[in-house]
């Protein structure tokens, strides 16, 4: 029985909550491929969903990532880093759907992403209040190196902490760290934003 039989007669709600769990039900699954499906489609489906702004385009995009996993499984273990090379499958993917749709990514820059990189970034909140848009803080972040944009998304926009962004791009805590340290000293130069001021390790005579 092939997926698409398998989804005949399914209501659209039933099929959008299906879509990526029924997407192997006929196939002979290893069980590597299993866990690592368990383990990533929450992230990569939340990574997509931010992007496209809604569930079901995110469904149909992450049924195409793990197609593509699923077909070049081989390859991928045997290339000796599993989580980066999918993470590469997931970017292209979800840039190639964008770009074809003609459209950026859908996440707003707002409250939550902008008050979190402010509090990273500087300390003169009203730098960012005085800006025009949140457009020249998602230009900045959109232009980041692939890995220093996975971890602003992953941990900022998707508020994932960092031990589990670490999981589930398959690098240590620090590595995860030294990416966002690197991004936010990008983004603080490409927005103009003054250096934050670095804490006194030494305190006052008497102090």
Do not use: C
Request: charged share 25%; hydrophobic share 40%.
């Amino acid at each position: 029985m092939r997926y698409d039989d398998a989804q005949e007669g399914a209501s659209p709600a039933e099929h959008r909550a299906g879509l990526s769990q029924s997407m192997f039900v006929a196939l002979d699954l290893e069980v590597d491929f299993e866990a690592f499906y368990l383990g990533h489609h929450e992230v990569f489906h939340a990574y997509a969903e931010v992007h496209f702004g809604n569930r079901e385009t995110a469904e149909e995009v992450i049924h195409e990532v793990f197609l593509e996993i699923h077909a070049g499984w081989s390859q991928l273990l045997s290339a000796g880093n599993l989580e980066q090379g999918a993470w590469a499958i997931v970017r292209r993917i979800v840039h190639n759907r964008l770009d074809a749709e003609g459209r950026g990514p859908a996440f707003v820059i707002n409250g939550p992403i902008a008050q979190a990189l402010d509090t990273a970034l500087v300390t003169a909140r009203d730098k960012l209040q005085k800006m025009e848009s949140a457009s020249g803080l998602y230009e900045a972040i959109a232009d980041l190196p692939d890995r220093q944009f996975e971890v602003i998304v992953l941990r900022y926009v998707l508020g994932y902490p960092t031990a589990k962004v670490a999981w589930y791009i398959g690098i240590d805590d620090r590595t995860v760290g030294h990416h966002l340290r690197r991004a936010k000293e990008r983004l603080r130069l490409k927005l103009g934003l003054p250096e934050t001021p670095k804490k006194s390790k030494h305190k006052g005579v008497g102090a």
